[in-house]
């Protein structure tokens, strides 16, 4: 299969996901009593019918989803279309990726070390800004993260007649969900709306992005042969970094005051130190070693009793 072939492929695999998504929407709305809005609601070409009021509330809120959903399509799309041309033509096949960036150093010769000491030179940082008109409703959000994964879980070929039909209910479910809540705010965004907005991406979006961005190269390294060792440490890879203009810009901004960038700095704050938590609590649920299989440095051990011991019963219990 060539290129071409694929690119074919991933535009029907959009065409066939979208309709799908979009005719439950349809069966969910007939299913609420909004039959009318359904039969109206037409997707070919991403139209509706001519007869329908362009102001009508809840046409304009029908066709809005229609559009989000055309956009986990799509996102769902892509990634599979990915996967499949590495597959098929190489980890290098992705234009501006590590693979492509890896093999071109390669070719030219270039020294892995010298890639090496250049890479914990990069320093990349996002500074992430937001309008009023673009806030959604951290519900909504929620709502489309789980749309996407179970857009996702539809993937799986092996499903069973009725695990095929509870999967569709269970989207019917989340999308009915979707429409009692609203896509939109009804009132202009309120500082903190725009503030809470970004905070759902720093909190679950990001985390994950830098991780498979860190995996993306470590794999790409191990594609065209380096050396391992060389790349090893978080301290050698490029340095990525976010910043955010919510609730910092007083560029002409009356509601940003200096106590609402101090509440901001301070909630970013602790929103990383609970996921650095969160983190440290899933590595020692899965650290769950036996003292007398494994053997442990007498040093460590020393530690962690003084640790302990700080922390007064609950560090007995846990030492225990």
């Known amino acids: 299969m060539n290129k071409e072939m694929l690119d074919r492929q991933g535009l029907e695999k959009i065409k066939v996901d979208l309709d799908y998504m979009v005719t439950l929407f349809r069966e969910m709305l007939a299913s609420i009593g909004e039959q009318e809005l359904a039969d109206g609601l037409f997707m070919e070409g991403m139209t509706v019918s001519k007869e329908k009021d362009p102001f009508n509330e809840k046409l304009v809120q029908a066709i809005g989803i229609c559009f989000e959903l055309l956009n986990l399509v799509e996102e769902n799309a892509a990634t599979q279309y990915r996967r499949k041309a590495e597959t098929q033509f190489g980890i290098d096949s992705t234009r501006g990726s590590w693979g492509e960036t890896l093999h071109q150093w390669k070719a030219e010769g270039v020294d892995p070390a010298e890639i090496v000491k250049k890479l914990q030179d990069v320093r990349v940082v996002p500074v992430l800004t937001a309008h009023p008109t673009e806030a959604k409703r951290l519900t909504v959000l929620d709502i489309h993260r789980e749309l996407y994964l179970l857009l ?38 309120r500082l903190e709306d725009e503030r809470n907005n970004l905070m759902h991406y720093f909190v679950n979006v990001f985390p994950e992005a830098v991780r498979l961005t860190d995996q993306r190269l470590l794999d790409a390294w191990q594609e065209v042969g380096f050396e391992p060792g060389l790349l090893e440490w978080p301290e050698q890879f490029p340095l990525i970094q976010f910043g955010s203009w919510v609730g910092g810009d007083r560029d002409g901004h009356p509601f ?33 070693f036996s003292s007398y299989r494994v053997s442990i440095p007498q040093s460590f051990l020393e530690e962690i009793v003084a640790t302990a011991l700080i922390m007064g019963e609950k560090g007995q219990a846990a030492l225990e």
């Open 152 to 189: 996702v879980k539809r993937e799986n070929p092996k499903w069973s007649a009725a695990e095929q039909a509870a999967l569709k209910q269970e989207i019917i479910s989340l999308m009915e969900r979707w429409w009692r809540t609203g896509e939109i705010y009804l009132e202009k965004p």
């Open 256 to 288: 940003v005051t200096p106590e609402f960038t101090a509440s901001t700095l301070r909630l970013h704050r602790s929103s990383v130190l609970k996921t650095i938590r969160a983190l440290l609590v899933d590595l020692a649920a899965k650290l769950s």
